[in-house]
């Protein structure tokens, strides 16, 4: 495995966001399933990483950078401004396969070459220039390539935007062990028994009676999830110092640019709170 350490200008605009997230990702190994993994990559399947050179634009611990090595990529890098990498050395060790070239840059002005394939999960909706991280994806994938990201979507989130936004814009400024155990934990512990509670009740075979239920697609998926999962999501949306909500019209708005092959183009709403998307670049 090589490392590397890019573009880190201390007075970067996402780097307290970077530092809040890298003290959450250094105190957890890999959480994501391998059902998740899929699920977050969807219309994409593991055939499409096999062979091609693939980035990771904001990488956490590597939990993803786990399973895509796995799927025999030719090359594969990941680039994160957060100081995560001794983490995501301890999870990639247990990966036989080819090394990954690990960065340390903020991934709106590294320049890593271009790629098969880059995916940004996560991450642009935590920017401080949301648009400038989509450019930053499109920069790197070669023509032809392809780009695949996950952002919080504006709709189906009214419920969180009332609620937990207000407590993540005090809470986000205290020491991160306050914010995990002291208010993620009391506040997710109720969600958790209601998540529970209709997936053993089955409500999802009722979702005309049941469908005003806020984020209720979205608490049916966690609802599969064990405590520590639902624990570690409550933590990461409370320790961010700048969280955005993106609205379609945006989304639909970066699909457009020139250089992107319309035709190939895919957005979609998952869990009825956030957005998959991406497509091909032209190939001149």
Known sequence: MSTRNDSRDS?????????????????????????????????????????????????????????????????????????????????????TAAPVEIHRGDLTQVDLGQFDLVYCIGVLHHLSDPDAGFAAVLRHVKPGGRFHCWVYAREGNLGIRLTVEPIRRIVSRLPWWITKYAVALPLVTPYYILAKTLRLLRLDHARSIVRWIPLFEYTRWIAGEPFRFFHHVAFDQLVSPRTRYLERSRILRWLSDPSIDHDTTYLILRNGNSWKFGGRKRDP
Not at 12 to 27: I, K, Q, V, Y
Not at 54 to 78: C, I, Y
């Open 11 to 95: 007075a970067a605009p996402d780097l307290r966001t970077a530092r809040a997230f890298g003290e959450s990702w250094n105190r957890i190994g890999t959480v994501y399933s391998r059902e998740q993994f899929l699920e977050w990559f969807a219309p994409l399947g593991p055939e499409d990483f096999i062979g091609h050179d693939v980035l990771e634009m904001g990488f956490g611990n590597g939990s993803l950078l786990v399973h895509v090595a796995q799927e025999s990529p030719s090359r594969l890098a990941g680039v994160e401004l957060a100081d995560t990498g001794e983490q995501t050395r301890r999870n990639l060790a247990r990966v």
